[in-house]
């Protein structure tokens, strides 16, 4: 016996294929709630996309400890071998919009909220260690540099290398994205990392600065631009599909995690700012340490409630682990956060994509747009009479010191603080043939710029990352432009 159809206040429906109307040619009734009720719902089926990382896929799973590291961090999921916690990841491109595709040259978000008997931890990254800028403050500028002109309503290869052209920190950043790790083959053959710089304490209070490694076990595999145009002609939903029908037919992708530990007193004294994300920190100096493997084997129910409106913010922290000065990192602390409020609402916390799983929230927020107030009648101030929650006095992380005034500053430069070393190093490490393809990816975006300023100065900070990655680049560039000329 089928269930009966019900309007959403429970009512049964009578007749889902044909409206109300006065007479069988008469116009339709406004009594018609079924009616009503399923357009005005159709009207609001949607809500603002994220202006960056729209275009998105997710999957569940687990993560598992394998190594332990228990005397770098008092974090209850990482506490023994064997320990498994489950998680959501979320995959992203960038620029894109909600409907854009998903083999194009962008960053992709690597997204991963574990849900701890601790509340919910959410590491925010991308499949790159490094990003274009330092400061939040340029962060508007820079998206706008990426996204559709207001004018023209695309994207314009004059403003992406304008902005660039008066950032060199982006020369690394750029260097990656335009390598052939720029377009990756699916989410599954990526690598992902934390980007920033977080800090780890242990029971005993002693902290270090730790960044985040996921190491692809499918293998590292990209497009080169020639297959990635073929991928956007032939299924502009490529990632998604690859993602959602691998784990379908239980071939479920994992990743192995490493970190890399640096004490806290070092961080003063070291060559550059570890804090600064447009920077690796060299394996020499600080060795990958593995720490577990994470997989993914469930696909999500509805794209809808478990992709688009999974919430992730860096600022959820669990005891154990904590942030650094890194100054994008603090922007991001705010702005993510902030982003759902807006998208999704101030109760999106309560929705079951965001909500804790392995505990419960304990606060005293309370109504709101899509309040569940599963508090009831309980009191809604701290503190109080009636046995409501208290604060822990323990303090997440180690507190980190501080001296000098306020205001704005630019951040001190250490020793070999610079913006184009590690691209440069970055250039020599390629193969002859990665190189060559590198040359012609830059080439070819470059060389669509009308401004002859704008082509040298991005031409300049290739020069000061390698001679001989500029000179090759520049001569690359004439040689497309004379041909347009042409």
């Given amino acids: 016996m089928p269930k009966i159809l019900t309007t959403e206040s429970g009512a049964p429906v009578a007749d889902n294929q044909n409206s109300a109307s006065a007479g069988e040619y008469g116009p339709l009734l406004i ?13 609001r089926e949607r809500i603002p996309e994220r202006v960056v990382h729209a275009r998105g896929s997710g999957a569940y799973g687990y993560f598992e400890v ?20 489950e998680v959501f990841l979320r ?65 314009e290869a004059d403003n992406v290398w304008d902005f660039w052209a008066h950032s060199p920190a982006s020369t690394h950043q750029i260097t990656w994205l335009f390598g052939d790790r720029g377009i990756p083959a699916s989410y599954r053959h990526m690598n992902g990392y934390g980007s920033h710089t977080y800090q780890w304490v242990n029971e005993d209070g002693e ?13 590292i595999r990209s497009l080169d631009a020639r297959q990635a145009a073929e991928a956007v002609g032939d299924d502009a939903d490529s990632h998604q599909r690859d993602l959602h029908q691998a784990i379908g037919r239980g071939v479920f992708p994992s990743w192995t995690l490493y970190v890399q530990l640096m ?19 060299p394996h020499a100096d600080h060795p990958l340490v593995k720490v577990g493997r994470l997989v993914l084997n469930r696909n999500p129910e509805n794209v809808f409630a478990e992709v688009e409106q999974a919430a992730f913010s860096p600022n959820n922290f669990v005891p154990g682990i904590g942030p650094s000065p890194d100054k994008m990192l603090q922007g991001r602390l705010f702005a993510y956060a902030d982003a759902q409020r807006y ?40 503190p109080n009479s009636h046995g409501g929650p208290v604060q822990s006095d323990a303090a997440l992380a180690a507190p980190v010191g501080l001296s000098g005034r306020t205001g704005t500053h630019a951040t ?28 012609d990816n830059l080439a070819g975006s470059l060389a669509q710029v009308s401004r002859d300023d704008v082509v040298e100065r991005n ?11 500029g000179a090759r680049l520049a001569a690359a560039v004439a040689e497309l432009r004379s041909a347009d000329e042409a």
């Fill in 343 to 382: 998208r999704l609402g101030v109760n999106h916390t309560q929705l079951p994509v965001n909500a804790p799983r392995a505990t419960e929230a304990a606060n005293y927020g309370r109504d709101g747009l899509g309040a569940l107030n599963p508090a009831g009648r309980d009191r809604n101030y701290e």
């Fill in 31 to 43: 009594q018609d709630q079924h009616l009503l009720e399923k357009l005005a719902r159709f009207n």
């Fill in 66 to 85: 394998t190594d332990e590291v228990s005397r770098y961090t008092r974090a209850a999921f990482l506490a023994e071998v064997g320990k498994r916690t």
């Fill in 91 to 155: 995959f992203s491109t960038v620029a894109g919009n909600l409907g854009s595709n998903d083999a194009v040259r962008d960053p992709r978000g690597f997204a991963v909220k574990f849900y701890t008997e601790q509340g919910n931890y959410d590491l925010v990254g991308n499949n790159t260690p490094v990003f274009f800028i330092k400061d939040p403050l340029k962060f508007p500028d820079f998206i706008h540099s990426q996204k559709r002109d207001p004018y023209t309503g695309v994207q």
């Fill in 207 to 219: 902290a270090h600065w730790v960044k985040y490694h996921f190491k692809t076990n499918q293998g």
């Fill in 263 to 281: 004490p806290v007193a070092e961080a003063a004294d070291y060559r550059f700012n570890p804090f600064d994300v447009t920077k690796v920190w």
């Fill in 459 to 469: 031409l300049a900070h290739f020069h000061a990352a390698d001679e001989e990655y």
């Fill in 412 to 439: 001190p430069a250490h020793v070999k603080d610079d913006d184009f070393f590690q691209a440069g190093e970055l250039y020599r490490l390629m193969s002859e043939a990665e190189r060559g393809r590198l040359i």
